[in-house]
């Protein structure tokens, strides 16, 4: 199991990977798991909290997740 380091350098360069190539986050992951030969499934366990929170927003968008409810401001 990846140590909190770990996650966090992983994390940080799929964010830029996917912030260069336009890439969905997702996607990212998925391109950057073939470029390094890496399992995709090892890869689920690299992501850190803020990369999560940004697929989720990504998947609510493009609506592979149900909305989630939110209390008007």
Known sequence: MANKEE???FSLEIMQFANTSGLSYMEAITEWCDIRGMEVELAATMVNDVLKDLIQVEATKLRYLP?????PL
């Open 7 to 9: 996650k966090n350098n």
């Open 67 to 71: 909305k989630i409810n939110t209390l």
